[in-house]
């Protein structure tokens, strides 16, 4: 489920049940419902495991739920900082597991990438843009995925990351060059 | 090497699958559990919180120990302690009627009607007892712990039933030039800057009937003193009788080769002494002479054509016939002897000591009786002149006069604390006093050490703890230990002791 879907009023409704579950726990139970199927599935892609993503998943929630007191509304839908705890959880446990990390990405969404970087739309230059995601830092290609493949905005993106909406956009831009430069090179090397 | 797995357009689980991992009573529970203890987490885990509450912690620490040092103050002169310094006089005096109490040859206590209050803070005006006690020598102002004043002494006012406290109007009236007089107050001597000018016709200071104090019609067996007997005798040498010829003396049968015991005695002879030992006799008598023991009848012809005798007072050794088990005995008599003498020696002390406090008494009973009744009989005006004291409290006081410094002597230093096992304490204050005139110093406290006035020798350390008293003996070392004194120890005889004992 991605976050654009949600127009201002129903940000703010979500957010009074926000402040019910910050009263009275037992009523973040609407939200536990509401956002339980995205964040298994957004952890599962990364870690490709079902009782480990369920574990991760829960740990995401214990996490929600003990830090809701602390959770300051700004305008943007709650599963913005659901999102933020989860990339944390899945980034502690590759850190600790020293597992190597999933990727997983839809055809349809990896030809929206190459249109996004003005790349001829091929299966050999989506094998090279795939091979080009191995350059990139785990915080790199996070941000890549949840862009393109998750489809969350820009604003929602800058909370999640703690950065401001031109500075996400800005290093979208920095991303989709380092890409672009990579798939040059690796073609100029086929075609020597 | 690829730092990801790639996986594209993968198989991702079914709604079903997934919701079979959802569970929100399981996450509630667990919630509850986590929120259980996050304060105490919140606490270790932010340092600006748990110093804060360290903080506070160790605050109440230092307060719960101060009040418990508070309580475990050595204030020994809280109440006067009844058992180990009896009162010297007790006066039992109505509470409506105005008395003076002639406490020593100088000093006086004016008790107005009503001067004494009760536990309501009433007026009492029925009949009460006065106690006085003179703390005159060193070991009794240790046992009271009334140290660092001169001629230390205690007040006391109480019925049968309850203490009763001072009011307004009472007063220690001091005749002669003005001395700075001190009370015993929160644990400390403080001297008593209100004073009145005194002038006070004498014949009306005795008003009451000196009582006479209880010493003087108890018997020292009422006392708890042992009744000394007479003196354990010394033992006399062992010498031993051979009779050449036992058929001539069939009385002396059964005392052929016994040695025997020589029991001086007046008019008998003492037969080391009177060419006895090592002689031949003619004859010899035996007739019993006590319990024990035999006179012995020595004779033989004299050179002057009369007859020589030596009479001896002899108890038998049967078990000896030879010289060395006699010695063996007679050293053992000996042993018992020295035992017997120590211990008659110190209920004689204990007698004289009786006897000594007895007559005291006396003495001060008819200077007492006798001031009084002179009082009586005496109208002529004629005038007292002296200080007058506010009493504001009973208790001890005692008077101020610098206790005895010197300054260019050299220092002894003594820890601060003193451990005790596992326990240790600091002391409060610390006293030398020479054991040979009763001269107490105070000692004073410079670097975190105790530094006493070098005293000729013996000098005993008294130093005053929290919890108890510590003493030791200075012996010419850089320093002093001392150690608790035993609880056992709680009159002026037992310190005595205990100090006479710490000195072997």
């Known amino acids: 489920m991605a976050t654009t879907s949600l127009t201002s009023e129903q940000i703010r409704e979500e957010h009074r049940l926000v402040e019910a579950a910050q009263r009275n726990p037992n009523r973040f139970g609407v939200l536990y419902e509401r956002y339980y199927h995205p964040m298994f599935l957004f952890v599962y892609k990364r870690v490709q495991d079902e009782d480990t993503t369920a574990d991760l998943v829960s740990q995401l929630f214990l996490k929600a739920m003990t830090k809701l007191g602390g959770y300051q509304f700004r305008g943007l839908p709650f599963s913005a900082w659901l999102y933020r705890i989860a990339v944390n959880e899945v980034n502690q446990f590759f850190r600790d597991s020293q597992k190597k990390r999933h990727v997983s990405i839809n055809k349809i969404d990896l030809e929206g990438l190459m249109m996004e970087a003005e790349e001829p739309v091929s299966d050999d230059n989506l094998q090279v843009l795939v091979a080009s995601f191995q350059i990139l830092n785990p915080d790199e290609l996070e941000f890549l995925e949840m862009r393109y493949f998750e489809k969350i905005p820009f604003r929602d993106l800058a909370e999640i990351f703690q950065i401001t909406e031109t500075n996400a956009k800005v290093r979208m831009h920095r991303l989709l060059k380092k890409l672009k430069q990579y798939m040059e090179q690796s073609r100029q090397q086929a075609t020597n | ?504």
């Open chain 2, 1 to 504: 090497m690829s730092r990801y797995n790639i996986h594209i357009d993968p198989q991702l689980p079914e709604p079903d699958r997934v919701s079979s991992h959802q569970n929100f009573d399981a996450l509630f529970q667990e919630y509850r559990a986590v929120k259980r203890f996050e304060f105490w987490r919140t606490l270790y885990r932010n340092p600006r919180v748990f110093a804060g509450v360290a903080a506070a912690i160790a605050l109440m620490v230092l307060l719960y120990q101060a009040a418990v040092e508070e309580q475990l103050a050595p204030d020994r002169m809280g109440a006067p302690i009844a058992e180990a310094l009896p009162p010297d006089q007790v006066w039992t005096l109505m509470g409506d009627r105005d008395t003076t109490l002639r406490l020593t040859e100088t000093m006086s206590l004016w008790i107005p009607a009503g001067s004494l209050l009760d536990s309501a803070g009433q007026p009492f005006l029925g009949e009460y007892r006065m106690a006085y006690r003179g703390l005159d020598n060193a070991s009794e102002q240790f046992v009271s712990g009334a140290v660092g004043v001169q001629q230390p002494f205690y007040l006391e006012a109480h019925t049968d039933a309850t203490s009763l406290v001072a009011g307004p109007g009472l007063a220690l009236r001091i005749t002669g030039p003005a001395v700075p007089l001190a009370q015993y107050q929160d644990q400390q001597w403080l001297a008593m800057a209100e004073t009145h000018p005194l002038e006070i016709p004498a014949a009306a200071a005795p008003a009451t009937r000196p009582e006479k104090p209880g010493i003087l019609s108890r018997s020292p067996e009422e006392q708890g003193i042992k009744e000394l007997g007479s003196a354990p005798q010394l033992p006399g040498k062992p010498f031993g009788v051979k009779i050449k010829n036992q058929q001539q003396f069939p009385q002396f049968r059964g005392y052929a080769n016994v040695y025997w015991e020589y029991i001086p005695k007046q008019g008998y002879a003492n037969p080391w002494e009177e060419g006895l030992i090592d002689e031949t006799w003619g004859d010899v008598a035996i007739r019993r002479y006590r319990e024990d023991s035999y006179e012995l009848l020595f004779t033989r012809p004299s050179a002057n054509g009369g007859l020589e005798t030596r009479k001896v007072v002899a108890r038998p050794y049967l078990e000896a016939q030879t010289e060395p088990v006699a010695m063996a005995i007679y050293q053992d008599r000996m042993a018992e002897y020295s035992q017997a003498l120590s211990s008659w020696e110190r209920d004689k002390l204990e007698v004289q000591r009786f006897k000594t406090a007895k007559e005291k008494a006396r003495a001060d009973y008819e200077a007492a009786l006798k001031a009084w009744e002179a009082g009586q009989q005496d109208t002529t005006p004629s005038v007292i002149t002296g200080m007058s004291y506010p009493v504001a409290r009973m208790g001890y006081w005692g008077f101020l006069e610098a206790v005895a410094t010197q300054q260019d002597s050299s220092l002894i230093s003594l820890h601060t604390d003193i451990s005790f096992g596992t326990k240790a304490e600091p002391f409060v204050k610390v006293f030398a006093v020479n054991a040979s005139n009763g001269l107490i110093s105070a000692a004073v406290k410079e670097g975190g050490r105790w530094k006493i006035p070098m005293q000729q020798q013996p000098t005993m350390i008294w130093a005053y703890g929290l919890t108890r008293v510590w003493v030791g003996n200075y012996e010419g070392t850089e320093s002093v230990t001392v150690r608790p004194m035993p609880d056992s120890v709680k009159t002026a005889e037992e310190l005595v002791r205990y100090l006479e004992g710490l000195g072997r």
